[in-house]
């Protein structure tokens, strides 16, 4: 594996990390262009976005260019990858602390769901008189 040439941010992902999600990176096509970009570095520029809250014209100089970086990640948006890496990292994350691959339960308090601006539920609630 090819060391990086650059000082680590602390969005990088680890060793680990790759090695767990490379496999799921969608591969060139058969008849297209060879990559000539690294990908772990496209993650990389990806996840410091995401952590630091750039544009992406404000990617650090150190990553692959910004138009690249955002092309993978709008087409990765729009073709599923990130929901299927996201599906197949859940699964492997629950069955690691050996729960079920889908949770059996969810949870709705008074903070998530809001139903009136005045009121409340006594507001809502018909009065027979």
């Not at 090695?19 to 060139?28: A, E, Y």
């Not at 772990?40 to 544009?55: S, T």
Request: charged content about 25%; proline content about 5%.
């Amino acid at each position: 594996m090819a060391e990086l040439k650059r000082k680590s941010y602390t969005s990088d992902l680890s060793d680990a990390q790759w090695r767990r999600i490379r496999p799921l990176i969608p591969r060139t096509r058969p008849r297209g262009r060879q990559r000539e970009v690294n990908m772990r570095e496209i993650l990389n520029a990806i996840f410091y976005r995401l952590k630091n809250g750039c544009g992406w014209r404000d990617l650090p100089h150190d990553f692959p260019p910004y138009q690249t970086v955002y092309e993978y990640f709008r087409a990765w948006t729009l073709d599923g990858t990130w929901q299927r890496i996201h599906d197949i990292i859940h699964k492997q994350v629950r069955h690691l602390y050996s729960k079920a691959s889908q949770p059996s339960a969810g949870i709705i308090d008074s903070q998530s769901v809001k139903t009136s601006g005045k009121g409340g539920l006594v507001a809502m609630m018909q009065v027979n008189g």
